[in-house]
């Protein structure tokens, strides 16, 4: 598990930091980590049908104007 050292820590905030682990019977650390864990949102991976539509979308968004080079250099002499 990561150890995290935070410097410089306004008074006030450690204060009310100090007195929330108080009122909560825990250490300022633990209460610390019970705080960022309620703010900071899980990171969670895109299920396989949200993937699929995204690859979908890109394929669109980036559909191929000809299907072929010879294609491309057919109309180009015809011009």
């Known amino acids: 598990m990561a150890t995290l050292y935070v410097r410089d820590v306004p008074d006030d905030l450690y204060e009310r ?6 009122s909560s019977r825990r250490s300022i650390g633990a209460t610390a980590i019970e705080l960022l864990r309620a703010e900071l949102p899980e990171r969670r991976g895109l299920t396989i049908s949200e993937w699929l539509e995204r690859a979908r979308a890109m394929r669109e968004r ?12 057919r109309e180009d002499r015809d011009r």
């Open 17 to 22: 930091l100090r007195e929330e682990a108080r």
């Open 62 to 73: 980036h559909a191929p104007v000809a299907d072929s080079a010879a294609e491309l250099i």
